[in-house]
């Protein structure tokens, strides 16, 4: 099982920017992102 500080659920195009806003406002945190598809198309 994966451990994380922080898991954003949702692969739209608000999913990876809010991850990568979090990740810029806390980079001492672990963010996991889970999505259904594959590739972002965003």
Known sequence: MKKADVV?????????VAGI????????KKVILIR???QVLV
């Open 8 to 16: 954003v659920i949702g692969g739209s195009a608000a999913g990876p």
């Open 21 to 28: 806003s979090c990740r810029r406002r806390h980079p001492e």
């Open 36 to 38: 259904k598809e594959e």
